[in-house]
């Protein structure tokens, strides 16, 4: 159980262009879902929570018109590189909390993102 | 606010041999802690989990870690290491119901030789 998928796994795209990016709780609902960037051999870092039905949260640093975030069901988050440019260019893993006493993140397998 | 230290960067073990890697962490109360594993190029999986409780956590794979609040630590154990377990290991804290944002370590890379 608690299997998270993303789409694409890996994406080229020329710059200026938007980039759309998938992430599904394939079999639970996850009201909260959590988006993070990670560069080579680095840890990961937390870009903003997504929340359905509402606004995402974004951390300090990240530009929220930069990357959209829409959470409109239970099972589905996603992000909106828009304008993409070559520093865009990096491993955007998603990841989906389930509910309960004890809640956990369960990650999605990535995406590849190149921006030429 | 919460932190985590991941010591050792990168760990070389035989195959067979047993595995110890270290985390450290800085929270106020009592932390919700998690170790992740991650293969190149591959999300996160979950390898195990403390919330309360009994302070040996078993995980999956053959791995466990034991919560010691004197020493702040979670220290992954396996006593016998595979070729398979080649990876990076991402330590985390979490805050608790109702703030489940994350903080990782900066991971410790894990090579297996023959």
């Known amino acids: 159980g608690a299997v998270v998928s993303q789409h694409p796994s890996r994406v080229i795209c020329k710059s200026g262009t938007s980039v759309k990016i998938e992430c599904r709780s394939l079999?639970?609902?996850?009201?909260?879902m959590f988006w993070y960037r990670q560069f080579p051999k680095q840890s990961l870092m937390l870009m903003a929570t997504?929340?359905?039905?509402?606004?995402?949260?974004?951390e300090q640093g990240v530009e929220k018109d930069k990357f959209l975030i829409n959470h409109a069901s239970l099972t589905l988050s996603t992000l909106t590189v828009t304008s993409a440019h070559p520093e865009d260019s990096s491993f955007y893993i998603c990841s989906a909390l389930t509910s309960g006493a004890f809640r956990t993140q369960y990650f999605g397998p990535g995406t590849r993102l190149l921006v030429l | 606010a919460q932190s985590v230290t991941q010591p050792d960067i990168h760990i070389t073990v035989s195959e067979g041999a047993s595995l110890e890697l270290r985390c450290n962490y800085s929270y106020g109360a009592t932390p919700y802690l998690f170790w992740y594993v991650q293969s190149p190029g591959q999300g996160l999986q979950l390898l195990l989990k403390?919330?309360?409780?009994?302070?040996l956590v078993q995980g999956i794979k053959g791995f466990e870690a034991e919560f010691k609040r004197s020493q702040s630590s979670f220290n992954l154990r396996k006593p016998s290491v595979h070729w398979s377990d080649a990876a990076e290991y991402f330590c985390a804290v979490g805050a608790g119901f109702g703030n489940e944002k994350l903080t990782f370590g900066t991971g410790t890379r894990l090579t297996i030789i023959p």
């Open positions: 997504s929340n359905e039905g509402s606004k995402a949260t974004y």
């Open positions: 079999d639970f609902q996850a009201t909260t």
């Open positions: 403390y919330f309360s409780g009994d302070t």
